[in-house]
């Protein structure tokens, strides 16, 4: 049995709003798990249903093979970390982290020393004396995780714990969280909408969309291998064909059977660009068109090529100054056999997958 399983869980807000939709996951000892998805898809609720601070409507959650619904929440040893810093102004950095320790009536010495292991796990252990206030908010977010682990909790939860940081930030403290997590190796359910975060710093990922779980895997899994519609959309950029004459012919270039296939997609990456009339490699098709965009992003290019089967991105890799392209320029786009992803009309992935 894994350490941490939620099995069929719902919530219902009011009188029919399903927040959690059947929504099942484990997760094992020492493990950084990652709910994505969109705004308002329920990972908070289910975040605070394993919390306790809501109750859910039906379902089962255990952690280390005991019911967790029937233990209130401040008994649940789950250390918490949410989006606002939490800190206490008028309490110094020390104090702040000690503060979980307080009810549980730990002795003042190993306060003292739990503390100060904690602050220098997150690297504030210069820092105790200090009043939050004269603190950068990466800082204050340190304090929130010094906090949560303080506590030797059986289990982490971090609800968006890096949105209101700057972006180089968010990305220092984002692997510094993980560094932290695996050395502290807690099991940890961490929150965000940010697919690229999620990528970097996961052991897997549960994509959630509406109250249901689309897909569980691993970061590689996830982007390299989607196995739905939404996952491969949410997670990376998707060129979707039009169907039609141009598609069928691609698709019967390449060998692709069409049978039970409502949509046919490529990632940008996975597409190369030639001089309009050259030969196309083996095992590919071409599909000519007209350049409409050419935008240079320094490690990679975005070409976007008006095609009869749809306006593609193509994306290109260390493009360097020679592979600028012009609007109205003639190309073709190169489309390798291995490239397309079918779905069908439920958004299924379909056919060879990996
Ligand atoms: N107490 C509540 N009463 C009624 N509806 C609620 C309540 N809490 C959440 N909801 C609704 O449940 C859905 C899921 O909310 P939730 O907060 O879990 O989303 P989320 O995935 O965390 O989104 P975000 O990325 O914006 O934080 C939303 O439609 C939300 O409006
Ligand atoms: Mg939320």
Same mark, same amino acid.
């Given at each position: 049995?894994?350490?941490?399983?939620?099995?069929?869980?719902?919530?219902?807000?009011?009188?029919?709003?399903?927040?959690?939709?059947?929504?099942?996951?484990?997760?094992?000892?020492?493990?950084?798990?990652?709910?994505?998805?969109?705004?308002?898809?329920?990972?908070?609720?289910?975040?605070?249903?394993?919390?306790?601070?809501?109750?859910?409507?039906?379902?089962?959650?255990?952690?280390?093979?005991?019911?967790?619904?029937?233990?209130?929440?401040?008994?649940?040893?789950?250390?918490?970390?949410?989006?606002?810093?939490?800190?206490?102004?008028?309490?110094?950095?020390?104090?702040?982290?000690?503060?979980?320790?307080?009810?549980?009536?730990?002795?003042?010495?190993?306060?003292?020393?739990?503390?100060?292991?904690?602050?220098?796990?997150?690297?504030?252990?210069?820092?105790?004396?200090?009043?939050?206030?004269?603190?950068?908010?990466?800082?204050?977010?340190?304090?929130?995780?010094?906090?949560?682990?303080?506590?030797?909790?059986?289990?982490?939860?971090?609800?968006?714990?890096?949105?209101?940081?700057?972006?180089?930030?968010?990305?220092?403290?984002?692997?510094?969280?993980?560094?932290?997590?695996?050395?502290?190796?807690?099991?940890?359910?961490?929150?965000?909408?940010?697919?690229?975060?999620?990528?970097?710093?996961?052991?897997?990922?549960?994509?959630?969309?509406?109250?249901?779980?689309?897909?569980?895997?691993?970061?590689?899994?996830?982007?390299?291998?989607?196995?739905?519609?939404?996952?491969?959309?949410?997670?990376?950029?998707?060129?979707?064909?039009? @169907?039609?004459?141009? /598609?069928?012919?691609? &698709?019967?270039?390449? !060998?692709?059977? =069409?049978?039970? $296939? #409502?949509?046919?997609? %490529?990632?940008?990456?996975?597409?190369?660009?030639?001089?309009?009339?050259?030969?196309?490699?083996?095992?590919?098709?071409?599909?000519?068109?007209?350049?409409?965009?050419?935008?240079?992003?320094?490690?990679?290019?975005?070409?976007?090529?008006?095609? @009869?089967?749809?306006? /593609?991105?193509?994306? &290109?890799?260390?493009? !360097?100054?020679? =592979?600028?392209? $012009? #609007?109205?320029?003639? %190309?073709?786009?190169?489309?390798?056999?291995?490239?397309?992803?079918?779905?069908?009309?439920?958004?299924?992935?379909?056919?060879?997958?990996?």
């Amino acid at each position: 049995m894994s350490y941490l399983t939620v099995s069929n869980a719902t919530k219902q807000f009011g009188q029919s709003f399903m927040a959690l939709n059947g929504v099942s996951v484990a997760v094992e000892r020492g493990e950084f798990f990652t709910l994505l998805g969109p705004s308002g898809c329920g990972k908070t609720t289910l975040l605070r249903s394993i919390a306790g601070f809501n109750d859910l409507t039906s379902g089962e959650i255990t952690l280390n093979g005991a019911n967790l619904r029937v233990v209130p929440p401040h008994q649940r040893d789950i250390g918490m970390v949410f989006q606002d810093y939490a800190v206490f102004p008028h309490l110094s950095v020390f104090d702040n982290v000690a503060f979980g320790l307080k009810p549980r009536k730990v002795p003042a010495a190993e306060i003292k020393t739990r503390v100060t292991q904690a602050l220098d796990a997150v690297r504030l252990g210069a820092l105790a004396d200090r009043l939050p206030a004269a603190m950068s908010g990466g800082q204050q977010q340190r304090i929130g995780l010094a906090r949560a682990m303080v506590i030797n909790p059986q289990l982490l939860l971090m609800d968006e714990p890096l949105s209101n940081l700057d972006a180089k930030l968010r990305i220092e403290l984002r692997e510094e969280i993980r560094d932290i997590q695996k050395q502290v190796d807690i099991a940890t359910i961490y929150v965000t909408h940010d697919q690229e975060e999620a990528l970097a710093i996961s052991d897997r990922i549960c994509v959630m969309n509406a109250g249901r779980i689309e897909q569980v895997g691993t970061p590689q899994d996830i982007y390299g291998n989607p196995q739905t519609r939404f996952v491969a959309e949410f997670v990376g950029t998707l060129n979707l064909f039009n @169907p039609g004459a141009a /598609l069928d012919a691609m &698709l019967g270039h390449l !060998g692709l059977s =069409a049978a039970g $296939a #409502a949509a046919w997609a %490529v990632r940008p990456e996975h597409l190369g660009l030639i001089a309009s009339g050259a030969t196309a490699p083996a095992d590919a098709a071409v599909l000519d068109g007209i350049v409409t965009k050419f935008t240079y992003l320094g490690r990679e290019a975005h070409v976007g090529v008006e095609t @009869p089967a749809g306006n /593609l991105v193509v994306q &290109l890799a260390n493009p !360097g100054m020679a =592979a600028s392209r $012009a #609007a109205g320029e003639k %190309v073709s786009v190169v489309v390798p056999q291995s490239a397309p992803m079918a779905f069908d009309a439920e958004g299924q992935r379909l056919g060879r997958k990996g």
